[in-house]
């Protein structure tokens, strides 16, 4: 492609291959889920969602799209904020037994990333739970065939799930989150209804928010496709493969959208334009990075909510400990940025010029604090924390944080920088406080 940033390298992978799902957006739309179940041939369906929405608005609406159109469902609504393995365990058996030809999400990520994980242990399952994750946690087992057709619905304005092809969860016994991904985890269709988002506060349109921030700003800033090694079979060509031309675009808009909506989205939530186009910038972030795949940002969370102390967050229903992801992920963004910025700085600062900072005549070496400026202005006019000493972590935890997030093998190789332990050490402490 015609672009520096993807210029050829030796060895280098020279093509990138895009996936997404049919999506349907607008208000309302939540009211086709039964004529397009139907004409995926769905006939009895496992119908996703939390003990929060299960006899809410939402779930009424498809249910009453899916006997308009003649089809039988079933509930499962025991999914947890953050789903963990005895969930997904749980989902698998509701799946296993359920004599399903599809799979209908209605709720935020965590909701879609149980649909998704469930198929693949109640379809297929397997001696050890952690045998479908990446090494070197699990063994990189192959999930041996596709899954049920599936229908993501998200309800919240942030995780981009229903356009990706992983699934986040926590792995009790050693008590983090970690990916499982594969293509067959991407949702065959996705019906983004922003009138789903009316009624969230506004502290949870910040921290889904800050999540949607960073999936754009983490793909326009990750290393570029062209520098993963080329892959000689087409069909292993990675499906999180590195900064692209598709995932610019996608981000670039995403960012716009945050500049522009995010603050009038979290403090007023009768303002229905800023809460439509942060569902439909959360879902361009989704397509983003369904495609070229985080970085450092979404691997220092995981160090955040290993081990997080007594901590808990406005108007979620979860006991302490509880860190929302969107929180866990941005708290260390203005300082991985100040480091990243080196390995890419013309990048960063193009991304933070999407994101409203109106820095065109900064040079290379002010990009890093240019960006982590632009974040942390962001994050203070919407109740942000500031820094991760907000979030109850101290000098002392800064070695065990980085000890745990270093674990994030591929998303910290996605980077624009080469990263160790020592530069993962010296970012959480630079994130403790921005001043
Ligand atoms: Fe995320």
Redesign the pocket.
Known sequence: MGCQYFSPCDHGADSFTIAMPKLTCGRGCLGEAGVRAAARGMSRIALFTDALLKDGPYVETVQKSLQQAGLDSAIFSEIRIEPDDACVKKAANFIAQGNFDGVISVGGGSVMDTAKASMVYGLYPTGDFLDYFAPPLGVGKSIPGKLLPHIACPTTSG?GSECTSVSVIRINDLNTKFVLGSPLLMPDEALVDPGCCDSLPGNIVASTGF?LL??AIECYTAKAYTRWAKIEDPLKRPYLQGANPWSDMAATRALEIVSEYLERGVNDSSDSEARDQLMWGATLAGMAFGNSG?HLP?ALSYGITHLMHDITTDDYAVASPFIP?GIS?IASTPAIFRYTADGAPQRHLEAANSLGANAWDAGDDEAGEVVAGRIIELMKKTGMPNGIGDLGFGEADVKPLAASSVRQIRAIANAPRETNLQDIENIYADALSYG
């Open positions: 995780t999540d960073s999936h985080t979404h992801h992920v």
